[in-house]
Nanobody, 127 residues
């Protein structure tokens, strides 16, 4: 059974940086696209970014483009989210997710496409 474990969350001041990690087990990690989503209190879960199985393609929401960077290390079954220039509105629980579809270069924003999720890690940005 596939398991995803996020780490790296915490509390920072606006303008600071954090790096989230998500380690995957129970599946051939390199075969699947990976995504990051977030959910703030009282709001729906929203797409942040995703990366294709090869790492050659990535997509970002407009709210994080230019500030966040997704990357993956297939040798270590880990996907990363580097978050720079953090803003208070970035405060949320961040979830990593694994796409259901193997070996596709197409990255999608819909959470429906993702079949496995981590437990989430809290990111709090203070002004």
């Amino acid at each position: 059974q596939v398991q995803l474990v996020e780490s790296g969350g915490g509390a920072v001041q606006a303008g600071g940086s954090l790096r989230l990690s998500c380690t995957v087990s129970g599946r051939t990690f390199s075969d699947y696209a990976m995504g990051w989503f977030r959910q703030a209190p009282g709001k729906e879960r929203e797409f942040v970014t995703a990366i294709s199985w090869s790492g050659r393609r990535a997509d970002y929401s407009n709210t994080v483009k230019g500030r966040f960077t997704i990357s993956r290390d297939n040798a270590n079954n880990t996907v990363y989210l580097q978050m720079n220039s953090l803003k208070p509105e970035d405060t949320a629980v961040y979830y990593c997710a694994a796409d259901r579809r193997p070996t596709t270069e197409v990255v999608v924003r819909s959470p429906i496409s993702y079949g496995a999720w981590g437990q989430g890690t809290q990111v709090t940005v203070s002004s």
